[in-house]
């Protein structure tokens, strides 16, 4: 048996210390949105919430889901993302497997003009005249195709094609009379799960995540995605604050939209989280690939 001595005893009790808080600064926030949205608005804003619900009450999921509006922008972020994800996992692979191909001549003069966009780009205005001119302004695909590729995750994605996956499996490949397409399908996208995984969380999670992009391309509401709904109650509930309750009646919306707020941050991301476990076992190893070897 190892027997550690007592300097290396205590140095595990600092960093388990060190690492227990963390967890705890991390975790708590999640907590208490989680318990803020069963809770009493009135007890949320005299600050009585802490670890438990008090005075449990459903007003915020009631009015989410009674909120023609916000089932809508829930029902487009779903097609955005999923949609999206689709589009980012097809462009990324279709680069990312020529470059890591070592006959593929000149990849490496590609791959340094993709790196030279990470560092420059055109900026906001020529990107919005860039859509505007193409047509895609207030539609889907606004927010879908000026993303539909992200120079980073083809970077890591290439180097796990170039060392996690080896070369002489897609020699014998081609011998036997496979062609590239043959190859990628049958034996590349296969062995490269873990990858695979990787990319759609962060993407997935990209677009579910996104409103920025709707804000300046979408007009209409009918189209609009869930986080431009959240953004829109949260600024409301601000400005309501500012300036200040008034009647019953006023005080009554500012402690539903408080109970509305964090209800819809739940019901916002329930979905990634609910992800993220189907994922787990593929995650850690193909973060590891992507960024360590290369």
Request: charged content about 10%.
């Amino acid at each position: 048996m190892n027997h550690q001595s007592t300097s290396e005893q205590i140095f595990d009790w600092i960093v388990n210390a060190i690492l227990a808080i963390i967890c705890i600064l991390v975790l708590y926030p999640l907590l208490f949105v989680l318990v803020a949205s069963f809770s009493s608005p009135e007890a949320v804003m005299r600050g009585e919430v802490w670890l438990w619900p008090k005075n449990i009450t459903w007003i915020g999921y009631l009015r989410i889901f009674q909120n023609s509006e916000m089932l809508t922008g829930y029902v487009n972020t779903i097609v955005y993302t999923v949609v999206g994800t689709a589009i980012n996992l097809i462009m990324s692979v279709a680069a990312a497997y020529p470059l890591s191909r070592k006959d593929f001549y000149g990849r490496n003069v590609i791959a340094a003009m993709m790196v030279f966009t990470m560092f420059f780009s055109g900026g906001m205005v020529p990107t919005y005249l860039l859509v505007k001119n193409l047509g895609m302004l207030n539609s889907m695909w606004a927010l879908l195709i000026p993303g539909a590729v992200s120079v980073y995750n083809i970077l890591i994605m290439r180097t796990f094609f170039a060392n996690g996956i080896p070369y002489e499996m897609q020699e014998a490949a081609s011998i036997d009379g496979c062609s590239n397409m043959t190859t990628l399908m049958r034996i590349v996208l296969p062995l490269s799960m873990p990858i695979i995984a990787v990319m759609i969380l962060f993407y997935s999670v990209g677009h579910w995540n996104a409103y920025f992009s709707a804000l300046i391309y979408l007009t209409d509401r009918d189209k609009y995605p869930l986080q431009l709904f959240l953004r829109e109650i949260l600024i409301q509930g601000q400005m309501q604050e500012m300036l200040g309750i008034g009647d019953d009646t006023q005080s009554q919306i500012v402690l539903e939209g408080e109970a509305i707020k964090y209800a819809v941050v739940i019901v916002a991301n329930l979905p990634v989280l609910l992800l993220y476990p189907f994922l787990q076992k593929y995650f850690t190893k193909g973060v590891m690939i992507g960024a360590v070897k290369g």
